[in-house]
């Protein structure tokens, strides 16, 4: 019989945790009817397992003046080792988020910049890399919500 990794409470402190990544050990237990302690122990846990990677900021792109967005459909050369090149582009000082896939194109890059200039050089470093880029797509706007801390709610039965 397999162990699973995670319970029910973990996905509930996930998903405070995902709704409010600053909130204290104390109110996510009260909320959750455990003792401090046993939250601080199951949030070490999640962290050994590497299920929990890290404590994020969400930052409103548009406020700091970083008007231009754009998400790039890209492949890749073949003759490059795929983790390398991934890494390199993330790199780059206008890449926000790179995605890998195995269907069409191969990646999805989302690059953010003051201007469009930004985002050319962006353009220019990827195509230095003999990357490939399919489409692009300008941003109009983003909506980010921690919808995914329901769902954990949802799968851990309750609330």
Known sequence: MEIPLVNSTDLKI?????????STLTS???????????????INKLESLGI????TVTIDFEKLGLTEQVYLGATFPSHVERDTLLKEISS?????T???????????????GKNKEDIDK???KLRELNVKIEYAAP?????????????????????
Not at 92 to 96: D, E, M, T, Y
Not at 146 to 156: D, E
């Open 98 to 112: 790179v995605v890998s896939s195995f269907g069409y194109p191969e990646g999805i890059v989302h690059l953010v």
């Open 92 to 96: 780059l000082p206008q890449s926000v």
């Open 139 to 159: 941003v109009i706007k983003t909506y980010q919500n921690s919808n995914i801390g329901n769902f954990l709610r949802m799968i851990a039965g309750g609330q």
């Open 14 to 22: 996930l998903a405070e945790l995902v709704h409010n990544s600053k």
């Open 122 to 124: 962006a353009i220019s």
């Open 52 to 55: 929990i990677r890290d404590y």
């Open 28 to 42: 996510i237990g009260k909320k959750l009817g455990l003792h401090p302690n046993v939250v601080a122990y199951r």
